[in-house]
């Protein structure tokens, strides 16, 4: 729910889909058979005519203004951005009408327009099929000539007519993306030397915010361009057969990975399909999920305490939407504000909670699911909703707010409580705010006290089916990761620094939140033993027997989606008033009566059965 500031790190594409879109727009081969004794020429038939010209450069970050040109069987190429993409630096003279490339151990270049010599370290080279040219103000050189001087390798191929440019000394890459967990973006730069040196691998690391992690992954999937290690934030929602149409199975890879099987085969966000492994949860601390934080400067000023049933609640955000909390003489602050999301109540819903028990819909009890939806609980939470809706403690645009828009909310001290996690609300306090994640919320004082809980787990990594380095690679890659973060071994790395803790805190997950955690270190010695004693105390509660993360693939897919899209809807209807209490009872009487309803739970109770033991 905090803004993020997005540094960009580098990625370059990698993935045969990602070729095929850049064809148009990246350099192709050239040739030059006066130059290098290797070089293939290109048959007379090839291509005797001025053609627009098909190139792809595989993990070089080399781009141009113009398309490159097939004449005469030779390759041309916008030079300067050839060359400066190639790391040399580039000089015009114009009197001579030459482009000039050095860098540091490479031979320089020379190019002149119009005619058909370049020179290599000094020495001529005369001959080329195609003199250099200028046109549209570029200097357009050969690039084969320009490429294979530098050290690289270009490979013709005839069939689908392209060629492809690498650097036979690169090391094999990959891709990641993970989402961020801390509001930073920053590349960080000693993990991924280390991670680099250790395995001989480059990492191209993506790194996107919460906001817009499900939409960009849903994007990129449909596309058919998933990075070839890839963190599904929640597995669940596709379906079998969809889940294994990109992603590999990992099952006998696992063998040799005993830390990463025992989290694929037990951790939430496990996906095992007809038997086989299709994905490796990210490790995470179950209770590092958003629960209600309040703003104790707030509670200091009024003089109360930190309540703890949520009618004490109710009395506290009646005080801080009347009562000026933040002392600016105006009646301009709300006691509770959160969005919505298509699943459901999104940060609301630990009202739900509060009075269910349970952190989802959906929970196990003898063996059997247990609906929560459509039980008096449920009831009772949604009526709490509507009266604090009425009563001006919620936020009046609850329904239609952005993350984002309740984080400029919190930002700006309109509102004194809102669900949250540890690292959110610590990065949220500081001269001006002070939030504290209450300790503990319950329905009444004879009610069990509840605690956050991150019900479909951390993520899950999936190995997709487009990447090209073989999936044994990677996963030693993301084992060595997860098993250093576990043994504390990052922090004895010489000049680390905080991008990289926080990146390998979303890269390999946070199994503590009270270890390595940077966003608690930054706290006051004071608030800090207060979130101390809050995680503490959330540790004494425990969902992981009775949760069901495989519900939200009913949920949010297949037949049943518009089914319970209309309960949702209902929900908010009543909490705005715009549907009785009465409404919604009368609902639920049907919808439980329906043949959809019953279907779904004969499913709900297939899936806990056939689950892996």
Not at 5 to 26: D, Y
Not at 51 to 65: D, E, G, Q
Not at 391 to 402: C, I, N, Q, R, T
């Amino acid at each position: 729910m905090i803004r993020f500031k997005f540094r960009r790190s580098t990625i370059a594409g990698m993935t045969v889909a990602l070729a095929a879109t850049l064809l148009n727009s990246i350099p192709v081969s050239a040739e030059d058979q006066t130059t290098r004794k290797n070089l293939t020429p290109l048959a007379a038939n090839q291509a005797l005519q001025d053609t627009s010209a098909n190139v792809v450069f595989l993990n070089l970050p080399i781009s141009f203004p113009l398309p490159p040109r097939f004449i005469k069987g030779t390759i041309m190429v916008p030079g300067k951005a050839l060359l400066e993409g190639l790391g040399y630096k580039t000089k015009w003279q114009a009197d001579e009408r030459k482009l000039v490339a050095e860098q540091e151990n490479k031979p320089t270049l020379v190019f002149w327009a119009g005619l058909a010599q370049a020179e290599i370290n000094g020495k001529k080279i005369t001959g080329p099929p195609v003199a250099s040219f200028i046109d549209q103000q570029v200097l357009w050189i050969p690039l084969r000539l320009a490429a294979e001087a530098s050290g690289l390798r270009v490979t013709w191929d005839a069939a689908n007519r392209y060629a492809i440019v690498t650097d036979p000394l690169a090391l094999p890459r990959f891709s990641v993306m993970t989402k961020i967990d801390n509001g930073l973006a920053e590349s960080p730069l000693k993990m991924l030397e280390y991670m680099k040196q250790t395995f001989k691998l480059d990492v191209d690391f993506v790194q996107v915010g919460p906001e817009y992690y499900r939409q960009k992954t849903m994007v990129m999937i449909a596309a058919g361009d998933p990075t070839a290690l890839m963190l599904l934030e929640d597995p669940y929602v596709f379906q079998d057969e969809l889940m294994s149409s990109f992603s590999i199975d990992l099952t006998k890879d696992l063998e040799d990975y005993p830390r990463l099987k025992e989290l694929a085969l037990t951790a939430p966000g496990s996906r095992v399909i007809d038997g086989k492994i299709y994905g490796v949860p990210r490790p995470g601390d179950p209770h590092n999920a958003s629960f209600p934080a309040i703003r104790k400067d707030w509670l200091d000023k009024l003089g109360l305490i930190q309540p703890q049933t949520m009618e004490e609640l109710y009395e506290v955000l009646k005080r801080f939407t009347s009562q000026d909390p933040d002392g600016n003489g105006k009646h301009d602050t709300i006691g509770l504000t959160g969005y919505t999301n298509e699943f459901g109540l999104g940060t609301l819903s630990w009202v739900e909670h509060a009075f269910t028990g349970n952190p989802a819909r959906f929970t196990i009890k003898d063996g059997k699911v247990i609906d929560y939806a459509v039980s008096t609980e449920e009831t009772q939470a949604l009526q709490w909703l509507a009266r604090a809706f009425k009563d001006g403690l919620l936020d009046k645009e609850f329904a239609a707010v952005s993350m984002q828009q309740v984080s400029d909310r919190l930002r700006s001290n309109k509102a004194g409580l809102a669900a949250l996690n540890i690292n959110e609300a610590a990065a949220l306090t500081g001269d001006d705010s002070v939030w504290l994640p209450l300790t503990t919320v319950k329905a009444s004082s004879t009610s069990v006290p509840i605690a956050p809980w991150n019900t479909q787990g951390n993520g899950t990594y999936i190995v997709s089916k487009n990447s090209k380095l073989g999936a044994k690679q990677i996963l030693a890659w993301l084992d060595h990761g997860i098993e250093k973060t576990e043994s504390g071994g990052w922090d004895t790395l010489k000049d680390w620094q905080l991008p990289d803790q926080q990146a390998v805190n979303s890269l390999f997950g946070q199994s503590d939140m009270l270890k390595r955690n940077s966003s608690l270190d930054s706290l006051p010695a004071a608030i800090r033993s207060e979130y101390e004693a809050a995680i503490k105390s959330w540790k004494k509660i425990s969902y992981s027997t009775t949760s069901l993360p495989e519900a939200s693939s009913l949920l949010q897919t297949g037949q049943y989606v518009e089914f319970n899209r209309e309960l949702e809807q209902l929900k908010l209807k009543v909490i705005m008033g715009e549907s009785t209490i009465e409404d919604w009872t009368n609902f639920i009487s049907k919808y439980t009566a329906s043949a959809d309803y019953k279907a779904m739970l004969v499913e709900m109770n297939q899936r806990v059965s056939t689950r892996v033991k």
